[in-house]
């Protein structure tokens, strides 16, 4: 790891514990709202970090704040202080693209042993500057001198490593953990290391220019001499891994990482489309969303992946770096393909119950940390959930359609075969035709869909569903997993294939329809229990089945209604159950918030069967949400509560934020109204019966692609029409307009 002159050996402090107990299913606790910290949010690949507004990570119980790099906690304390006392904020922002956090302070009134004044406030500005890069976390700060006298000025920077595992912060409490090392100190830096249980020895390296004036175990002293009006630099660089070497030119190494950065940056965000509309708040939301998106994505051996969130889901999740890249096809069809790869790339080929592997199962979610590696998790590849199979062969299908890449699909083919083949066996426990899950041992997770909390699924009365359990989004997704690889098939010459899964899908639609719907519902039930009874509770789940056109024309209307009537439509997006519902809890996980990529697809349903006004509502409730919320960033979730009038939503407290399918959500339902897919065979743009919602008097798309040709295109409001001309135009793409 670092390459730190071990002048001298200092024991560390022992760091604050991170976890309070034990916890079933591996839930978060609330000990702590993230809501009250709202603590700002870096990542690149691998490394995220959670600072305060002031720069800082303060540990403490529940704290999730520091720099944690393959779901290790690398640093869990840093704190500034100057003279001994907290600087006052001035500012904290990230930028717009996510690339750099800046904290802007100041001293407050400082007084000597005696009691006596002797620097009043704001006269030290101090303007910390931070980023991520190839795990390592750069800062430079920037002191200057306001007052009209020279100053001497001591800043210090306390630091600590607890090196907790990811369940740890969460709150899994170990029995027993590994060594902390004794702090290797040199001249301008120090090395805290910790070998865990697992025998690997993970290190934090802190590297400072210039050197400071004291420096210990926990903490660097610089005393600075500033003349009226000078400003000094400090730079440092926190380096986390198991023995890659620091920069022995910390100030270089910083303006280095800063090109290399931007540059990376700049490559990525120039390869997708682009939104501008009329409304410049929206716009806001707008490039958050794909800055958030832009920072989670991680480069694979297989190509760019969104993590899912932070801080508890940075890492590979199936299920939603796969809507996340549905949402995004139309914009960066790129990110599909990586996801593609990456996910073929782990498939399961072996049956094991610990993980809940089965041969051609998709992956669920895969841990780098200690425990994972230990075993005291079960998530180190782990693949618990039922429905990430199918959505990789429906993403599969629309990649194709999106792009006509078909040499990738090709190569993929044999893992579509293997995913298909586990929907006919293993998914279907019982060969009744729908897929069902059960995890296979105590340690899997309970319920396996997307919601899966212990309690999401129940029946009218309040009572849990035994399993196996069919859901009624997941039959959906395996009819819209049929229907891609039908298509494939033909694309790929297969016919005959193509003909079977026709016919599959077929009678799987028949069959949903008679199982699934209820009449006196109004919509489709949320599952079928382990004995074939239906959970007849009114749940967002029912709009995933407009979502893959799985249900029948004349039933469009009763879930559309029932969806968007008071009880489900909170105002501000559609509760994940309705009101009127036994379990029903506004503040629950995922018995009646609202989460954004749920309103998503369920408004890109509406729109498949021509309902793009209520989907318009959708996206109206989501902005209005967005008005209210730091950084215009649409969370995880939140709470369920009814929309009122000069209030705000109520916000979940340990949601994640940003969260990579929240994050795209607005550009999936911009896609839904305006109606737009692609023809690649024809070259084509085609905006169909395209609407704008009430906020919205015009959206313009750059750089949207078909083929090799690229084309900017604008939409505006004309009456109850809307008119779409073309402003910009390269290569061979035709834009049509059906109305």
Not at 44 to 68: C, K, R, V
Not at 83 to 101: E, Q
Not at 269 to 281: C, D, L, M, P, W
Not at 333 to 353: E, I, K, M
């Amino acid at each position: 790891m670092p390459t730190v002159s071990a002048d001298r050996v200092e024991h560390a402090p022992a760091p604050v514990g991170a976890g309070d107990g034990p916890l079933a299913q591996f839930f978060i606790p609330a000990a702590a709202s993230l809501q009250e910290r709202r603590p700002r949010t870096l990542k690149h690949d691998d490394t995220f970090a959670l600072f305060d507004h002031n720069g800082d990570a303060l540990a403490g119980p529940g704290s999730p704040e520091g720099i944690y790099h393959r779901d290790t906690r690398h640093l869990s304390h840093l704190y500034l202080t100057i003279d001994g006392v907290r600087p006052m904020l001035l500012s904290s922002t990230l930028r717009d693209d996510n690339a750099a956090l800046t904290c802007d302070l100041t001293n407050p009134d400082l007084y000597d042993k005696d009691g006596r004044l002797k620097l009043g406030h704001d006269l030290i500005h101090i303007r910390r500057s931070r980023f991520l890069w190839n795990g390592s976390c750069f800062e430079r700060l920037a002191v200057r001198n306001f007052d009209e006298e020279r100053r001497h000025v001591r800043l210090e920077l306390a630091f600590a490593a607890d090196f907790a595992d990811i369940f740890e912060v969460r709150g899994t409490k170990r029995e027993r953990r590994g060594d902390l090392h004794p702090v290797r100190i040199g001249e301008s830096g120090v090395v805290l290391a910790y070998t865990g249980l697992d025998d690997l020895r993970r290190e934090t390296a802190l590297r400072f220019d210039p050197a400071p004036a004291e420096l210990t175990a926990a903490r660097a002293v610089f005393d600075l001499e500033l003349a009226p009006r000078e400003a000094q630099l400090l730079f440092m660089e926190v380096r986390c891994g198991t023995a890659a070497p620091v920069e022995a030119d910390t100030r270089r190494a910083f303006f280095i990482a800063l090109r290399d950065s931007r540059r990376a940056l700049h490559a990525v965000s120039s390869r997708a489309a682009a939104v501008t509309t009329s409304n410049e708040i929206f716009n806001e939301a707008a490039r958050r969303s794909v800055s958030d998106l832009t920072m989670l994505m991680t480069q694979t051996p297989e190509g760019a992946y969104p993590y899912a969130g932070i801080p508890w889901f940075s890492t590979v999740f199936g299920r939603d770096a796969l809507i996340t890249a549905l949402e995004m096809l139309w914009l960066d069809p790129t990110l599909a393909r990586g996801v593609l790869r990456h996910l073929a790339a782990n498939q399961a080929t072996v049956s094991d119950p610990v993980a809940d592997a089965e041969p051609g199962k998709i992956l669920h979610e895969l841990r780098q940390g200690e425990m994972a590696e230990l075993g005291e998790v079960p998530f180190r590849r782990y693949y618990g959930s039922i429905d990430s199979t199918p959505l990789f062969v429906m993403l599969a299908g629309a990649y194709l359609e999106r792009t006509g890449d078909l040499e990738t699909i090709g190569k993929l083919w044999p893992n579509i075969e293997a995913a298909l083949g586990w929907i006919d066996t293993d998914g279907d426990r019982d060969g009744d035709g729908f897929v069902e899950y059960g995890r296979r041992t105590a340690e899997g997770l309970i319920n396996q869909g997307w919601k899966d909390s212990h309690d999401s699924v129940f029946h009218s009365d309040g009572r849990l569903a035994r399993g196996p359990i069919a859901l009624a989004e997941v039959q959906a997704y395996v009819y819209g997993a049929w229907r891609a690889a039908g298509r494939i098939a033909r694309a790929l010459g297969h016919f005959r294939r193509a003909k079977e899964l026709k016919a599959k899908t077929q009678l799987l639609r028949q069959r949903f329809d008679e199982h699934f719907f209820d009449e006196a519902l109004g919509t489709y039930v949320l599952a079928l229990d382990g004995d074939k009874k239906p959970c007849r509770v009114r749940a967002s789940n029912a709009g995933h089945a407009l979502y893959t056109g799985i249900a029948y024309e004349e039933r469009a209307a009763a879930v559309v209604e029932t969806l968007m009537a008071r009880s489900s439509f909170s105002g501000w997006g559609v509760r994940t159950v309705a009101a009127t519902e036994a379990r029903y809890n506004p503040m629950s996980y995922h018995n009646g918030s609202v989460w954004p990529h749920d309103n998503a697809l369920i408004a890109a349903g509406f729109a498949r069967y021509g309902f793009r006004r209520e989907a318009a509502r959708i996206f109206e409730g989501l902005f209005a949400a967005s008005l209210h919320i730091d950084l215009r960033r649409l969370p995880e979730l939140f709470c369920g509560f009814p929309r009122q009038r000069s209030r705000g939503p109520t916000f979940y407290p340990v949601a994640c934020s940003p969260q990579a399918w929240a994050a795209a959500a607005p550009l999936l339902i911009i896609q839904s109204c305006l109606g737009l897919r692609f023809e690649m065979g024809a070259h084509q743009i085609i905006f169909d019966q395209p609407a704008l919602p009430d906020f919205l008097n015009e959206v313009t798309l750059h750089r949207l692609a078909v083929g090799d040709g690229r084309v900017d295109v604008a939409l505006r409001r004309a009456g109850e029409q809307v008119v779409v001309n073309v402003l910009a135009r390269e290569g061979e793409v035709h834009v049509l307009t059906r109305t």
